[in-house]
């Protein structure tokens, strides 16, 4: 895995500083506990508007705020200070390039478990292009992971201790000879992948499984609840079986960092004919269209960095 690209600089705690001077105590709560809320976000450049446009920003800092009250992080910025300090840092960086936002919200210094303060916040930015398999697809298994349910660690939060989780179906799926994982609930249906939501083409529906299946709620995942019908077929939301991922006609794993990527198999089992199928292609050129400000529709959605959107 290449290593990823160290910005010049980071906001800590509202200021800008230098990226190597954006550091926390080794004895930090949202180190030692990990009492730390998080949030990352894409930003989009467009070179005809020679504009960057952070997406759905509103939505990534209430879901921020939630997570914080989750877990008991008193007294963080509101969304609108944070959302400042986002284009502040991406100007500061010259950032003209697809990139990736990330916030978090923590608890630093030195206390014990159940501390609720000080809080502190951080921000980076950095140039990040769109992965790989959003053209090639990836090949999955259902994890023997089980995912975390809400009256353990709600995963409907984005915090970083439910990443644990996730990291072990990962690991476990790439020693197998996968590329990611599906991850079952309690129930036995369907949750989600190790950082991202599940969909699948069943008799000319798109199906995704409910918040209450375990999931992250996703923004990715609401935005193309959203839009899917403008392009294709529109969505429902309910139980998915690990076995009607293996009658699927085409799926697809969806994320902030990874977008829309076409799931190719399944336990070695072809989706379809095993590779990216028309519908997902369809909606992967919508997406890509309507996050770059191509789209004046769903230009409400987007946060211009240098000025004024075209």
């Not at 991202?196 to 193309?224: H, K, N, Q, Y």
């Amino acid at each position: 895995m290449t290593q990823a690209a160290r910005p010049p600089f980071a906001t800590m705690n509202g200021c800008i500083v230098p990226f190597e001077k954006a550091t926390v105590s080794i004895m930090a709560p949202g180190l030692t506990f990990s009492v730390l809320a998080f949030e990352g976000l894409r930003g989009y450049w467009n070179s005809a508007h020679e504009q960057l446009y952070v997406f759905r920003a509103p939505e990534h800092m209430a879901r921020l705020a939630f997570s914080s009250r989750v877990i008991e992080i008193d007294g963080i910025p509101d969304g609108q200070a944070l959302t400042a300090q986002t284009t502040e840092l991406a100007r500061a960086c010259e950032m003209r390039d697809d990139c990736y936002v990330r916030i978090q919200a923590y608890i630093d210094d030195l206390g014990d478990m159940s501390a609720r303060g000080p809080v502190a916040t951080s921000i980076i930015c950095r140039p990040r292009g769109r992965v790989k398999s959003f053209v090639e697809g990836m090949h999955f298994c259902v994890s023997s992971w089980r995912r975390l349910p809400d009256d353990v660690s709600p995963p409907r939060i984005k915090a970083s201790a439910n990443y644990l989780n996730s990291r072990l179906a990962g690991l476990e799926a790439k020693r197998d000879g996968y590329d990611s994982a599906v991850i079952l609930n309690r129930d036995g249906t369907v949750s989600e992948g190790p950082g991202g939501c599940i969909f699948m083409l069943r008799e000319g529906d798109w199906i995704t499984s409910p918040v209450t299946a375990g999931i992250l709620e996703s923004i990715t995942r609401r935005t193309l609840i959203e839009v899917a019908g403008d392009v294709g077929p529109s969505v429902i939301e309910r139980d998915i079986d690990r076995t009607e991922l293996y009658d699927a006609d085409e799926a697809f794993y969806c994320g902030t960092g990874q977008e829309i990527v076409p799931i190719l198999s399944v336990d070695r089992k072809p989706v379809g004919d095993g590779s990216p199928g028309a519908e997902t292609r369809r909606l992967q050129a919508h997406y890509d269209a309507l996050v770059r400000g191509n789209l004046e529709q769903y230009r409400d959605w987007l946060t211009p960095v240098w000025g004024e959107p075209q």
